[in-house]
T-cell receptor, first 109, second 114 residues
Framework: GQNIDQPTEMTATEGAIVQINCTYQ??????LFWYQQHAGEAPTFLSY??LDGLEEKGRFSSFLSRSKGYSYLLLKELQMKDSASYLC??????????WGAGTKLIIKP | NAGVTQTPKFRVLKTGQSMTLLCAQD?????MYWYRQDPGMGLRLIHY???????AKGEVPDGYNVSRLKKQNFLLGLESAAPSQTSVYFC?????????????FGEGSRLTVL
């Protein structure tokens, strides 16, 4: 079966750095995506990785290792507005997105 | 900019009632999707469409029907609602599938079935 695993909840301090991990087992691989979802709102696209390595976009970076079936989302200089759920999703060989359950990130002052 | 618009935002149904959720996008996207989101679970694909006049089943299609008569609209129907269909429903669209996969989501429709 296809599976995406990510921690259910994480807590971090404002101004700090946090790393949210995602491991996956899917039928084929056509890219890994991170989305941000604030409570009661729609998910919004954050990043896309299809090759191994680090993609940096401002305070957010996403890393992929296809051989390990592993990705992480790195958030720097945390702000209170970063409190949200972060969804990891993998596009399989049929170009279907398989979604993890999301990691709820709580930022404390 | 409207983007993806879903109606209604909230609805309460009794078991056995029917309803239709409407999704409209103004980005001229080919692909449209209906997902449901339940606590502790990832988004699950109900049905999707790769273009006007086409629909296909996703991961959890039972109890739902869809139609894509116009490119900009994607309708999700529940013919006989059940309590297990209590969920938040998200519509999404994308320019094409074999790409960065960026989906644009509507604000969600919260459905409660009593």
């Amino acid at each position: 079966g296809q599976n995406i695993d990510q921690p259910t909840e994480m807590t971090a301090t404002e101004g700090a750095i946090v790393q949210i991990n995602c491991t996956y087992q899917t039928s084929g691989f056509n890219g890994l995506f991170w989305y941000q979802q604030h409570a009661g709102e729609a998910p919004t696209f954050l990043s896309y990785n299809v090759l191994d390595g680090l993609e940096e976009k401002g305070r957010f970076s996403s890393f992929l290792s296809r051989s390990k079936g592993y990705s992480y989302l790195l958030l720097k200089e945390l702000q209170m507005k970063d409190s949200a759920s972060y969804l990891c999703a993998v596009m399989d060989s049929n170009y279907q997105l398989i979604w993890g359950a999301g990691t709820k990130l709580i930022i404390k002052p | 900019n409207a983007g993806v618009t879903q109606t209604p935002k909230f609805r309460v149904l009794k078991t056995g009632q029917s309803m239709t959720l409407l999704c409209a996008q103004d980005m001229n996207h080919e692909y449209m999707y209906w997902y449901r989101q339940d606590p502790g679970m990832g988004l699950r694909l109900i049905h999707y469409s790769v273009g006007e006049g086409t629909t296909a089943k996703g991961e959890v299609p039972d109890g739902y029907n869809v139609s894509r008569l116009k490119k900009q609209n994607f309708l999700l129907g529940l013919e006989s609602a059940a309590p297990s269909q209590t969920s938040v429903y998200f519509c999404a669209s994308s320019a094409w599938r074999e790409s960065t996969g960026e989906l644009f989501f509507g604000e969600g429709s919260r459905l409660t079935v009593l």
